[in-house]
């Protein structure tokens, strides 16, 4: 799945994007997204999967994430739009543009969570933050944290997901998507894939479901 930014009435495509990105307008002329740095291989399947006929599986590894920030005014029209699913699984960008005009930061999976200094572009200091989903290393498997980006600080400030990662869900079939601070209350909202939208504090802390009255 892709998404592809263009202009329809010359018929000109700009932007290209793979699965797995975020993306985030700033102003009216730059475009901020990030993902995460991944490569995907096959590998021989083991218990249920072998018992059901299943040879082999995917494994995924993911590696950091790559912030990246484009002035849209200095895009040129792309000549073609490669396979950018081949690109991911490979460990290189899902995505295509040509810009002369880019920031770019890559951030290593933190250790444990609370705060860390980041040495963000001088281009990004405009950003006044970004909540980016992201993992912890020390946590093992289920390490879903999201990450409070500050770069006009130089600071990211990853809070835990203990609410997520020791509930009951089923992981892969259940996942989140996409996280946003509320204005008024400085409160995070959050949604996924099918679960309810969610509601947190703060500090990441699990406030309860959003439910239609």
Known sequence: MGVVLGN?????????????????????DRL????????ETMKPTTGVLKQLGFKRE?????????LMMVDTRSLKPLLS???????????????????????????????????LT????????????LLVLGSVVAHGPRNQTIWVMKPSENMI????????????????????????RDPKTGNI??????????LLDKSGNFLGWMEES
């Open 189 to 198: 909202v959050g949604e996924g894939v099918r679960i309810l939208p969610f």
């Open 118 to 129: 980041h040495q963000f572009p001088d281009a990004m200091h405009s950003i006044g933050e």
């Open 8 to 28: 329809e009435e010359r018929r000109e495509d700009f932007f290209a994007f793979g699965g797995y990105c975020y993306i985030l307008p700033i102003g009216t």
């Open 81 to 115: 739009i490669p396979n950018l699913e081949v690109r991911r699984k490979s460990g290189e960008a899902p995505v295509e543009f040509v810009s002369d005009k880019v920031a770019e930061t890559n951030v290593s999976y933190p250790e444990e969570l609370g705060r």
């Open 32 to 39: 901020c997204f990030w993902y995460h740095t991944s490569t």
């Open 58 to 66: 995917s494994e995924i590894r993911f590696h950091g994430l790559r």
């Open 157 to 180: 400030e990853v809070l835990p997901m203990e609410w997520w990662n020791h509930g009951d869900y089923d992981y892969g079939y259940e996942w989140v998507t996409k996280i946003a």
